[in-house]
């Protein structure tokens, strides 16, 4: 069985290829092609931990993502993972990799297709309320589906540190880096909203990462109130999502969007808000991509 770190991952795997590929796997999750079981959540609580168990089938990929989540670790990633692929013919292990970089780059490339679907087309200005490894993911991914002026950075910490490294610019508030903007990303664990409904603006767009605990939350209520909501997968979401469980309804899910079964943005001036979970789908479409393209570096056999 072929094993891949996370070094390897990282040479296979671009954010150019990623973001169509979960544009298809988020289409055929919503066409009801995948078999994908709600995540499970194994509390770790003597370390405020959790491990998550992540199985799906998708017809031509089977395979499944375990993951941890520390949110208090220091000096080390906040999560890990490993994704393995089984032959779906036979049920054999093919590939076991690395799945910590995997959750970083499929995160934001999710988030660009729901920008790529839902954003106004003319979006120039950027908020990132974050400053870890998902804030380096999301502007990368980002700006593959739009052109930003401006990019504004905060976080409680490190976002000094992030803006001066990615050349944008350091806001001294959460509110201060919303306020005006066309596009913005919520990428910090949290259990109480980050983000306020009184510093949205008609026509803004909001990809919401954070809070993936069915008690936390990351948006308040007006910011629920105000907007139009999407997910990866409404069963998912309305079991995992505070904030979807506090809005109590969904519109669509991004997959019928890009399906064009359902309405994306209608009007220049309307709110909408894209609420990421994470399913396995898109973990194992990801892998699938790493492997094929280890498979296909190989040299031929004599």
């Known amino acids: ?20 590929a979960m544009e298809h796997a988020l289409r055929a999750l919503s066409a009801g092609e995948v078999v994908q079981p709600v995540r499970v959540m194994v509390p770790v609580a003597d370390h405020g931990g959790f491990l998550g168990s992540m199985p799906a089938y998708t017809g031509a990929q089977l395979g499944a993502k375990l993951v941890t989540l520390f949110p208090n670790n220091q000096g080390v990633p906040t999560h890990h993972a490993l994704i393995l692929l089984f032959r779906p013919e036979t049920g054999e ?3 076991v990799m690395d799945g910590r970089l995997i959750t970083e780059m499929r995160t934001g490339a999710v988030s660009a297709a729901a920008t790529k679907m839902l954003a106004r087309p003319n979006s ?3 908020a990132i309320l974050g400053s870890g490894v998902q804030a380096q993911s999301h502007l990368k991914a980002l ?14 910490r490190n976002a000094g540190a992030f803006a001066h490294r990615f050349g944008v610019r350091l806001a001294q508030s959460a509110e201060e880096a919303v306020r005006g903007a066309d596009v913005v990303v919520i990428v ?3 259990q109480t909203p980050i983000l306020s409904g009184e510093w949205l603006s ?3 767009h909001i990809n919401a990462v954070g809070a993936p605990q069915p008690t936390w939350r990351e ?13 990866e997968s409404r069963e998912a979401a309305s079991y995992e999502s505070g ?8 519109f669509a899910e991004i997959g019928e969007v890009i399906a064009g079964a359902k309405a994306g943005r209608q009007s220049a001036e309307e709110i909408t808000l894209f609420k990421s979970v994470g399913v396995a789908v898109e973990d194992l479409a990801s892998a699938e991509l790493v492997y094929r393209e280890w498979l296909a570096v190989q040299p031929p056999r004599s």
């Open 1 to 20: 069985m072929l094993i891949l770190d996370e070094a390897a991952v990282r040479k296979l795997l671009t954010m150019q290829a990623l973001i169509p």
């Open 219 to 231: 948006l308040d209520d007006d910011v629920l109130r105000k907007t139009k909501l999407y997910v």
């Open 143 to 156: 700006r593959l589906v739009r052109e930003f002026r401006d990019i504004r950075v905060w976080s409680p």
């Open 243 to 250: 904030d979807v469980i506090a809005a109590g309804s969904i």
């Open 124 to 126: 120039s200005v950027l």
């Open 188 to 190: 910090i664990i949290s």
């Open 202 to 204: 008609p026509g803004m």
């Open 93 to 95: 292990p093919l590939v």
